[in-house]
């Protein structure tokens, strides 16, 4: 039987985005590193050097900058591939330029002093797809609308999760039905704007209806967007209006 997952939240300094240790929740267990964002590196790779755990891969919800800062450094120290939604691949060359300046210029500098390269291995998630974690296959469902690759990533599994103030909050700690990551698709009570590059208003109404359909298999299902606190898709049916457009 393979051991269950547990996941750490890390939170970024830019933007308040969420990044997430997905892992396997035994000493030197295989893990997968979700939205690693700006400055977010050292406190991941304290987590993993305490558990021992082994890095197989990062993925991104989304290709903006404030979700993928620090994914080539990661992936290059590790020799590991980014897995990201084919439609936001090109992000990759250059993901500052991704986002107007007004959410850029506070870290320009600091962007332009460490450099950025493309990740050499950059693995492109088909609409449907899976990622390998371990003995476990977490199932991905790319819907555009804020970007054009927006996907969720899906562990349909128990996952433990470290209590993280701000994400956490009322939750309980073992998520029996699964975890699934919604990037700046869907939060709780809303969703991710359409307003910037790469957004479209239509595809993201198209979006929502076929991520009706998917919360409402999983409902139990516990939601972790890319900014702020965690919910469940049961939840969101009920409450988040924009599902029932």
Same mark, same amino acid.
């Given at each position: 039987?393979?051991?269950? #997952? ?21 000493? &030197?267990?295989?893990? #997968? ?7 977010? %590196?050292?406190?991941?790779? $304290? ?10 891969? *990062? %993925? @991104?919800?989304?290709?903006? !900058? ?8 990661? =992936? ?7 897995? @990201? ?6 992000? *990759? ?20 002093? #460490?450099?950025? +390269? ?19 296959? *977490? ?5 555009? &609308? ?17 209590? =993280? ?5 009322? !939750? ?25 590059? &790469? ?8 979006? !929502?209806?076929?991520?009706? =359909?998917?919360?409402? +298999? ?11 606190? %965690?919910? $469940?898709? &049961? ?7 924009? !599902?029932? #457009?």
């Amino acid at each position: 039987m393979s051991s269950p #997952l547990a996941v750490r939240f890390v939170v970024s300094p830019f933007l308040q985005a969420t990044c997430c240790v997905l892992h396997e929740d035994q000493q &030197g267990g295989a893990a #997968l590193i979700i939205d690693p964002g700006f400055d977010v %590196a050292p406190t991941v790779q $304290a987590y993993l050097d305490a558990g021992e755990l082994e890095p197989v891969g *990062l %993925a @991104v919800t989304h290709g903006h !900058l404030d979700h993928v800062a620090d994914a080539a450094r990661l =992936a290059a120290d590790w020799d590991v591939p980014v897995h @990201v939604g084919r439609g936001d691949s090109y992000r *990759l060359d250059c993901p500052i330029d991704q986002l107007p300046d007004a959410f850029t210029g506070a870290i320009r500098p600091v962007w332009e002093q #460490l450099g950025w +390269q493309r990740p050499a291995q950059v693995r492109e998630l088909a609409e449907e797809d899976t990622i390998q974690l371990g003995a476990h296959r *977490l199932t991905t469902t790319t819907l555009p &609308g804020h970007t054009e690759g927006s996907t969720i990533i899906c562990a349909d599994t128990p996952v433990r999760a470290v209590p =993280a103030g701000g994400i956490t909050d009322g !939750l309980a700690e073992l998520h029996e039905h699964g975890i699934a990551f919604t990037g700046d698709i869907l939060f709780r009570g809303s969703i991710g704007r359409t307003d910037l590059p &790469g957004g479209s208003s239509d595809d993201m109404l198209a979006s !929502l209806r076929r991520l009706r =359909a998917l919360a409402e +298999q999983r409902r139990a299902m516990t939601i972790v967007p890319g900014h702020g606190p %965690a919910s $469940a898709f &049961g939840r969101e049916l009920t409450d988040n209006r924009f !599902l029932s #457009l």
